[in-house]
């Protein structure tokens, strides 16, 4: 089956900087790539979402990029702000009804 | 909001006895997901249900049952649980159609097994 890593699995940044999280996975024939954001003891909840055909999409201070040949992709955040901090977690999937595989999170915390 | 309910939020039990989890939804989606989040582990899947009566496995299965005799309901049961089980417990469905894309997630359970 699919796995995911996620790297790195804490990240401080100072606020107005980037942070960038990134995945991996193991089988080439995902090509559903979401982002979920989890903050502290509240639900995960989908940020953003990509899918194999494209290879970059954005929304406002978050992006998303994928490297299929690489099998990875990554969540950039700009101009961070504190509201930025909270768990993040990234997925893949064969897309369609199948099943996601989540990574194990990065705990990313916003320095005033 | 997708009108997720999970019932209890908080509960804490003794290794060996049974639990029930309820996961009820409002929007008649027809996906729904049972995770399991744990420090170090992420969210992983435990059952899934495509249906009424239509359930399967997930990754961590074992020890683990559900039911699903409507479209809103969708139980979460430990026939007898262990401290390896002590967790938060995640309901989701799928916002988008009949896919698995696109998850909404309840507001989860904190489970304790002393």
């Known amino acids: 089956g699919e796995n995911v890593e996620q790297h790195p699995s804490t990240l401080s940044v100072q606020e107005g900087d980037s942070a960038v999280i990134k995945c991996t996975y193991s089988?080439?024939?995902?090509?559903?790539f979401p982002w979920y954001k989890q903050e502290l003891g509240k639900r995960p909840q989908l940020i953003i979402d990509?899918?194999?055909?494209?290879g970059e999409k954005k929304d406002q201070r978050i992006a998303v990029t994928l490297n299929k040949t690489a099998k990875h992709f990554s969540l950039h955040i700009t101009e961070t702000q504190p509201e930025d901090s909270a768990v993040y977690f990234c997925?893949?999937?064969?897309?369609?009804?199948?099943?996601?595989?989540f990574g194990t999170g990065t705990r990313l915390t916003i320095i005033p | 909001d997708a009108g997720i309910t999970q019932s209890p939020r908080h509960k804490v039990t003794e290794t060996g006895t049974p639990v029930t989890l309820r996961c009820h939804q409002t929007?008649?989606?027809?996906?729904m997901y049972w995770y399991r989040q744990d420090p170090g582990h992420g969210l992983r899947l435990i059952h899934y249900?495509?249906?009424?009566?239509?359930?399967d496995k997930g990754e961590v299965s074992d020890g683990y049952s559900v039911s699903r005799s409507k479209t809103e309901d969708f139980l979460l049961t430990l026939e007898s649980a262990t401290s390896s089980q002590t967790s938060v417990y995640f309901c989701?469905?799928?916002?988008?159609?009949?896919?698995?894309?696109?998850?909404?997630f309840g507001s989860g359970t904190q489970l304790s097994v002393l």
């Open positions: 990509i899918r194999s055909n494209v």
């Open positions: 929007e008649n989606h027809r996906y």
């Open positions: 089988d080439s024939a995902s090509n559903y």
């Open positions: 249900s495509y249906g009424v009566k239509d359930t």
């Open positions: 997925a893949a999937s064969r897309g369609g009804n199948e099943k996601l595989t």
């Open positions: 989701a469905i799928s916002e988008e159609g009949g896919t698995g894309e696109k998850l909404f």
